[in-house]
């Protein structure tokens, strides 16, 4: 038996969590990406079965449109969040984009340093977008044609427990407030300065997407630079 009362799910859950979690394009997408750079991925079930705070943020959000893939990881839900450090450390594209990329990445935890640092990265913003899971994907780009991905999530599917959940609101809005930000591609030429936490996602033909597949996800800071 299963009984919704707004967000949360009471009872017997588990049916359809699985049912959810295996139909959504977020899961179905994970066996293609593995086998793409054959990363080991881990159970994307298994955070919705925990008892504890992160488990409880996921379950959450189990019935809403946010992603599955290391949603914890995206947004700072996850086990690491309290060692994330928070002071952004100034890196380039180029930089950015030459970082090893790891075998594993675990779901509910992050890959050190780079997924526990906090990025500023000064770039032209040449594309953005919506997309299904609610992300605003940034496509920001160097002097030289480099590119970098960053993503600000819908504030909504970011759980309390994150510590930059009041960041990432700030950084929508501000998105918000300057471009008016759709399911289709959109094309700009501004200088933007981003923050954000590295993340390493799995490719999957994203546009912008670094060949080492770091992005800066989530945001947590986002201005004009000119």
């Not at 997309?131 to 496509?139: K, Q, R």
């Not at 008016?180 to 912008?208: A, C, I, L, M």
Request: glycine content about 6%.
């Amino acid at each position: 038996m299963l009984i919704v009362k707004g967000a949360r799910v009471i009872g017997g859950c588990c049916a359809a969590v699985v049912a959810l979690v295996l139909g959504s394009p977020s899961f179905a997408a994970t066996s293609r990406q593995s086998a793409t750079r054959g990363a080991t991925i881990t159970d994307p079930l298994a955070v919705y079965f925990r008892h504890d705070a992160v488990g409880r943020a996921q379950l959450s959000l189990a019935l809403s449109a946010c992603g599955t893939e290391r949603w914890t990881v995206k947004t700072a839900t996850d086990d690491d969040r309290l060692h994330i450090a928070t002071k952004p450390r100034d890196a380039s594209i180029r930089y950015l984009r030459t970082r090893k990329t790891p075998s594993y990445r675990p779901q509910t935890g992050r890959v050190a340093p780079v997924e526990l640092t906090t990025y500023r990265v000064d770039a032209r913003l040449v594309d953005y977008v919506r997309e299904a899971d609610g992300d605003y994907h940034l496509v920001l780009q160097d002097h030289a044609g480099r590119t970098l991905i960053a993503e600000i999530p819908n504030p909504s599917c970011v759980a309390k427990i994150s510590p930059v959940k009041t960041a990432v609101r700030t950084a929508r809005a501000w998105a918000d407030s300057h471009f008016s930000v759709t399911s289709d591609f959109k094309p700009t030429n501004r200088r933007v300065v981003v923050r954000g936490v590295g993340f390493f996602d799995y490719f999957h033909g994203q546009t912008g997407m670094a060949p080492d597949d770091l992005e800066l996800h989530p945001v947590t800071g986002l201005r004009f630079a000119d």
